[in-house]
């Protein structure tokens, strides 16, 4: 048995980390528990000669295939789009693209303007103060001025267009469409104790250089120092509820696989779309027979993950290849919900540098493109390095049918029930990626390339795992209310993408995180009655 | 040269598989992926797909009626290219394993024009590019939707 602690944490990614620096500044007594391990930036793939290798082995984005010790196996026998994600000190930003875009005004109102989901209980402009800061905390890069976004300044400046950034711009120039650079967290200038990027190249499975912010190195050190306890290694089982329904503490095991008991306060679920219904899911008590918060029966249900429609071509010189960060740019011409489209909503253009020699090798092959034999040598040649390409970053409405469910038979390493995955992609997505489709092959066209090629969805493509905790004012129809509370227990806090009610079209994390902070500020604004 | 995991069998096909998939060039002045060097790589790097490419090579042995390395050059070349056309997982395994211990060969990546070294300390340099390309996009009005 544990010492009682008064906040109590799971998870240490971009919700966690971002929730227990806001609030160490209370002096109360905080302890984040972190199934994962830290990662030294040694250890980070671009350190070696088998860089592209360990995308394949220990550093796969799929748990399934990367299947580290830390990892939990996930069935997602039954979704087109396979969850991604990373178990660590950081969590998945360790193994994010950082890219950084926020969400839009719009994007809070779908109802109202558009007739559809439902409206967010909070607003833009209420997030506005924890976007700036939380760009502040992570270090973002961008440019002013983007057209497409209420005013915002990036403390950095952009990262380099480069070869296949410049094509990109031309040929969005001549087609009249709006780009910007894309707002990244990887440090252009050095910045609290980071270093400036050296285009390793190689971001996502973690930056070597340490200029890319995961928040083991942003939010993590400075929390620490402020008297949080992370306590690494400890899998949590489940949430107990004392005998008035209210949380007590979590069950968890630690590396050595003991059971322990951690008493708390409150406790604040920080493990994504995914990891937080599960661990709901499995908090069965006799007052929460269908999981812990679950009156509304909604935790696991409106899983959303963006469903990304890949186009790529190929140019008649060498470009960037790998050599800089994946992503340096973006569109939001086709953001905003057009009547004259058959679909509602929009997505992000998110525009690829290009990939590794290995990786070209790997995916041309599969797709047919690289012969065996003496023509392997030269058709590889015309490959290697001249790839460009665009993904569109559909927004995916919610749809109580995609859903985490706990797998009947399936196990964790610690015997706890993995979480299963019923998805299916919407009439109104695969509108919307046709739609995509179609645009990113103008822009190819116009940039020069030719051998397009599709992938949509991409298969390996759930990064982004919102909605199935959603937050609102209604319990009957969600989770948690306005400010990460869940309605049933009201020393439970969600802060992770769970709670999202609409998933948007971009890459969720510096909304993730900013709301994260703002749930952080309700509770210090409401000690002193926060159970009421 | 070690075997690790696969029987004596296994291997040599394995070996002559790799041949059979990226050959030498004499014009680009590459080995094969038959080379010894990159032979033991592959065979250091089977780990999490060594199942798959057992199964892969059980199925190149029952196309080839035998041993796929003893069959004549002809043959092989036919058997090789039914083996790609019946795909799956374990095919996409061993291509995926030979192809990514090729192309991390010194000889390879050099004869590519690609420095034979980690990503890490050294980096690379990316041209910062013409900002005014976006002079047409400031000038736009603005965008996003208002929503109050």
Known sequence: MHEKVDVLIIGSGASGAAVAWSLADTRMRILCLEQGDWVKSSDYPSNGRDWEARLFSDFAVNPNRRARPTDYPINDANSPIKVVNFNGVGGSTIMYTAHFPRLHPSDFKVRTLDGVAEDWPIDYATLEPFFAENDRMMGVSGLSGDPAYPPKQPPMPPLPLGKSGTRFGQAMNQLGWHWWPSDSTIATTDYEGRGRCINLGHCTPGCAQGAKASTDITYWPLAIRAGVELRTMCRVREITVDANGMASGVIYYDAEGREHFQPAEVVILACNGVGTPRLMLNSVSAKFPNGIANSSGLVGKNLMFHPYALNYGYVDEPLDGNRGPPLCLWSQEFYETDPGRDFVRGYTFQFGRGVGAIIEAIVSSQAGRLPWGEEHHSAYRKLVNRRIGLSAICEDLPEEHNRVTLDPVLKDSSGIPAPKIDYTISANSHKMMQHGIARAREVLTAAGASNICVESPILNGGWHLLGTARMGTDPERSVVNPWGRCHDVKNLFIVDGSIWVTSGGVNPTSTIQALALYIADSIKQRLADLFD | ?148
């Open chain 2, 1 to 148: 040269m070690p075997d690790l995991d696969l029987t004596a069998e296994q291997a040599r096909d394995l070996r002559a598989l790799a041949g059979a998939i990226i050959p030498p060039s004499a014009a680009y002045a590459v080995p094969g992926a038959d080379d010894e060097r990159i032979f033991a790589d592959i065979l250091r790097s089977l780990e999490r797909d060594r199942d798959d490419i057992c199964r892969a090579l059980t199925h190149l042995a029952a196309l080839s009626g035998g041993a796929f390395a003893d069959l004549e050059p002809a043959r092989r070349t036919e058997v090789a290219a039914a083996f790609r056309e019946a795909g799956g997982a374990p095919l996409a395994a061993l291509v995926r394993v030979v192809l990514l211990c090729y192309y991390r060969d010194d000889r390879v990546m050099i004869s590519l024009g690609l420095e034979p070294r980690p990503p890490f300390p050294k980096g690379h340099v990316v041209e910062q590019g013409d900002w005014s390309l976006l002079d047409p996009v400031r000038a736009r009005p603005r965008m996003y939707r208002l929503v109050d």
